[in-house]
């Protein structure tokens, strides 16, 4: 696996790679097997496999939940490095934002929505970033999880906005055997926080309004961030420990 640092060197090495498919993985590193279940479709489905690591600190409207992301970077090397990875971009801020941020992009409906109504800025600062990796890694096809769901729509509504030649792929939603959601905030909850976890999925599964959805929660201990329901999915988002834990399952 070859390492690369600067958006100038990953640049030249797409260049030889003209006549090769790429699969491309973004990721903010603190990986697990939510993420390796995507980078092992894309090494499947493509020539080259590529799969950045960067924290990006523009999405964060929450400085503590930025400076307690759960991210090892040698963790995340050796993970890796062991699934086969070909590239592995690791830029720093410099090389992301050399306008230090000055320029973004923005959607003006559904990013104001769930999470985004929540979170200001937050998917100002996704759009933004990954519309940054897919112009500096030009893939062919690009691979993300379906629990950002929201994420999903609005990086796809994006691609075809801006009439990008990428194909972005959704991957189901990789759960732990009780069926919580995989998350690298899962890490920063305790033993008996890990323990109620499971609830969240268990009592979105079982249905209903969104207000008896709401109180449920509420009932077994999860402050409730939203409930939504909208085009036959239930979008969820709770506190446990003052971590926030998102969900989503089709109606």
Not at 18 to 40: A, D, R, W
Not at 100 to 128: I, N, Q, W
Not at 148 to 155: A, G, I, N, T
Request: proline share 5%.
């Amino acid at each position: 696996m070859k390492v690369i640092k600067t958006a100038e060197e990953f640049k030249q090495i797409r260049k030889s790679l003209e006549n090769k498919s790429v699969g491309f993985v973004p990721t903010m590193g603190g990986l697990h097997n939510g993420h390796l279940s995507l980078i092992q479709k894309a090494i499947k489905e493509n020539d080259v496999s590529v799969v950045s690591v960067y924290l990006n600190p523009t999405q964060f409207n929450d400085k503590k939940d930025l400076e307690t992301y759960p991210a090892n970077f040698d963790d995340d090397c050796a993970l890796l490095e062991k699934a086969g990875v070909d590239y592995l971009f690791a830029p720093t801020y410099p090389v992301m934002y050399p306008d230090d941020y000055k320029y973004m992009l923005t959607e003006k409906d559904f990013s104001k929505e769930l999470c985004g109504a929540k979170r200001p800025g937050h998917f100002d600062g996704v759009l933004t970033v990954v519309m940054k990796l897919l112009n500096i890694v030009r893939p062919t096809n690009a691979y993300f999880g379906e629990k950002d769901y929201q994420q999903f729509k609005l990086l796809e509504g994006m691609v075809q906005a801006f009439f990008m030649d990428v194909k972005l792929i959704p991957c189901p939603i990789v759960r732990e055997e009780n069926g919580l959601a995989i998350s690298s905030r899962n890490r920063k909850l305790s033993p008996a926080g890990l323990a109620m976890a499971p609830k969240f999925h268990e009592i979105l599964a079982a249905g209903g309004s969104e207000a008896e959805i709401t109180k449920a929660l509420e009932n077994a201990g999860f402050k409730v961030d939203y409930v939504t329901i909208k085009d036959n999915r239930i979008y969820a988002a709770v506190f446990l420990e003052e971590v926030r834990l998102i969900d989503n399952l089709e109606r």
